[in-house]
């Protein structure tokens, strides 16, 4: 089992819909989740940031998480076109040498006119 | 307008050639870390060096692969020599520190024939 399990889509979806994307993990030490999104031939640029349990609000982005049920969400209201890209979920353990990234697949959004 | 820069953007190189892939991180960033990102893989994290010094290669073939900063502007891949399943997007961030933000350049698309 990968220590983070990322639903590759694609999926698809009419401007203005409300997108839900998710990833799940197996290990609790993880403590600091981050959603990342690329677009395509760029490298991903961080979009949220949040290191507790609960919702974290962006704008239209809002990153959820739930460390009991090891499950983390990144919601967008009102897509855009402008938000068609692949969608990173990362995580981390607290510190010293175990501080990098932990990368889900990613989930590739289109969101159509 | 602060940003990681990579060189080049694309390759493509004959099996069993040497590559080498360039990173000039974001001045005043002390860590740099070098990513692989493939369809069936995902992105993963190769190395990581902070202050020029390598912190975690774990997750690099030792045998082909060496990642060096000769200085704090310049870091580089080098794949010696190349196979085809060396064919990826190579990504080089860069941070303050192991646990701040990752700022990704644009990648070198190798191509390995």
């Known amino acids: 089992q990968k220590e983070v399990e990322q639903d590759p889509g694609p999926l698809s979806v009419p401007e203005g819909a409300i997108v839900s994307l998710n990833c799940t993990y197996s290990n609790s030490a993880f403590q600091y989740f981050m959603w990342y999104r690329q677009y395509s031939r760029k490298g991903p640029e961080l979009l949220m940031y949040?290191?507790?349990?609960g919702n974290k609000e962006d704008g239209r982005f809002t990153a959820q998480v739930d460390k009991s049920s090891k499950y983390i969400s990144l919601f967008i209201r009102d897509s855009q076109p402008s938000d068609s890209a692949t969608y990173l979920c990362a995580m981390r353990y607290y510190g010293g040498s175990q501080g990098n990234l932990i990368f889900g697949k990613g989930t590739k959004l289109s969101v159509k006119p | 307008d602060a940003r990681v820069t990579q060189t080049p953007r694309h390759k493509v190189t004959e099996m069993g050639q040497e590559v080498t892939m360039r990173c000039q991180p974001i001045l005043g960033h002390n860590t740099v870390f070098w990513y692989r990102q493939t369809m069936m893989q995902g992105l993963e994290l190769l190395a990581y060096f902070r202050n020029r010094a390598p912190l975690d290669d774990s997750g690099m073939p030792k045998d082909r692969f060496s990642a060096e900063m000769p200085d704090a502007t310049l870091a580089t891949l080098k794949i010696q020599p190349s196979e085809p399943r060396d064919s990826a997007v190579y990504f080089c961030?860069?941070?303050?520190?192991?646990?701040?933000?990752?700022?990704f350049g644009p990648g070198t698309r190798l191509t390995v024939l």
């Open positions: 961030a860069s941070g303050l520190s192991q646990l701040d933000t990752q700022y």
């Open positions: 949040t290191y507790s349990s």
